[in-house]
């Protein structure tokens, strides 16, 4: 999580838990505020990960920025989660060295499939996403013209990934340990709130890509050709 105040520096507490995310969020909130002397209400807005990602991830997220949302009377920002890893990867060192135009975020969706949206960098703004966030099999990921690619479903999948171009990207042009995090939520946020894309709380639900999360045999065959 992040807490971005005036022209300060944020705080950011990032820790991977295995178990019992529940129990330890809403303590950090408090231990942040605390830090800072401040409170929730005089907060403008709270920014969440809505995902695609892990269900019971971005569950806890959505509900726990309703609560506090709700109970502060603050607006919310849905922030993407692809959208995030590509404002993180642009302050990367092997990102920028690579001086890449036009790059791909492509995470692991599990059940063999892979969330993935292309990006175009563009000089001191976050990158812009070209089009919608996409789920599909490895080998539907589009890398024609594409100079970087990021994220878990390289690891995962591998050769599978390159199917639409002539030979794998190189290791230079590769980033498979990327993943979100609170500060590229809070990069994204940011950007929106200066645009006006806060929205009232009752708006905010996950992004669910995958509408259905299991299929019968016939169905996965006729799915993977």
């Known amino acids: 999580m992040a807490l971005s105040l005036n022209d300060e520096a944020p705080l950011v507490r990032h820790q991977k838990v295995s178990a019992g995310a529940s129990q330890l969020l809403l303590p950090w909130i408090e231990e942040l505020f605390a830090e800072t002397s401040s409170k929730l209400s005089s907060l403008d807005a709270i920014a969440v990960g809505v995902g695609p990602g892990a269900f019971t991830g971005v ?18 920002i849905p922030v993407a989660s692809l959208d995030a890893i590509a404002s993180q990867l642009r302050l990367k060192p092997s990102f920028i060295s690579v001086g890449a135009r036009s790059f791909v975020v492509a995470a692991d969706a599990r059940m063999g ?18 089009g919608e966030i996409h789920l599909t099999t490895p080998e539907l990921v ?58 009232d709380i009752h708006l905010l639900e996950p992004l669910y890509i995958r509408n259905k999360v299991a299929f019968t045999s016939a169905e996965r065959s006729q799915q993977h050709g």
């Open 59 to 76: 569950r806890l997220g959505v509900a726990a920025a309703q609560g506090l949302a709700t109970a502060a009377r603050l607006p919310v």
């Open 113 to 130: 499939e892979v969330y993935w949206a292309t990006y175009r960098s563009v000089p001191n703004q976050l990158p812009q996403r070209q």
């Open 142 to 199: 589009e890398l024609k013209n594409i100079e970087f690619l990021a994220g878990s479903a390289i690891a995962e999948f591998e050769d599978r990934l390159f199917t639409s171009i002539h030979s794998p990207f190189p290791s230079s042009r590769l980033d498979p340990e990327i993943s979100v995090n609170a500060q590229g939520v809070l990069a994204c946020a940011q950007n929106m709130w200066h645009q006006g894309l806060q929205q």
